[in-house]
């Protein structure tokens, strides 16, 4: 990435930058200092990358539980339930990074647990 900053070709952004009013990046604590989530919007349509924060599908009905590797596990925590609950309030498609195929789904809750439907 060096070369790229020092050709000065790289763009740096700060939490909640928007990219035409279709995507969103945003900060999202605890797994490791300066995780983000991108957030696309298309034609009424939402997916969520999230990137590391959850690394198996089971982090989904138990969203307290962390990976060995989270930094700060309170702050990790509370960001995998605040991007469960973003899922199900904006009917957002969830795209995980380390969850295996089909790698998408849809968060549903009911009675305070969360699961987790592929698509």
Request: neutral net charge.
């Amino acid at each position: 990435m060096l070369p790229i900053i020092e050709a000065k070709r790289a763009v740096m952004i700060d939490d909640g930058h928007e990219l035409d009013g279709t995507m969103l990046v945003k900060l999202a604590p605890g797994h490791t200092p300066g995780h983000v989530t991108i957030r696309l919007r298309s034609k009424g349509d939402e997916a969520l990358f999230t990137g590391d924060i959850m690394h198996h599908p089971l982090q989904v009905y138990h969203p307290d539980w962390n990976s060995r590797f989270c930094f700060d596990q309170g702050q990790a925590r509370a960001t995998r339930r605040k991007v469960l609950e973003h899922c199900v309030e904006h009917g957002a498609l969830m795209l995980p990074a380390h969850f295996a195929a089909p790698y998408a789904g849809r968060v549903a809750a009911k009675g305070g647990a969360f699961r987790f439907v592929f698509e």
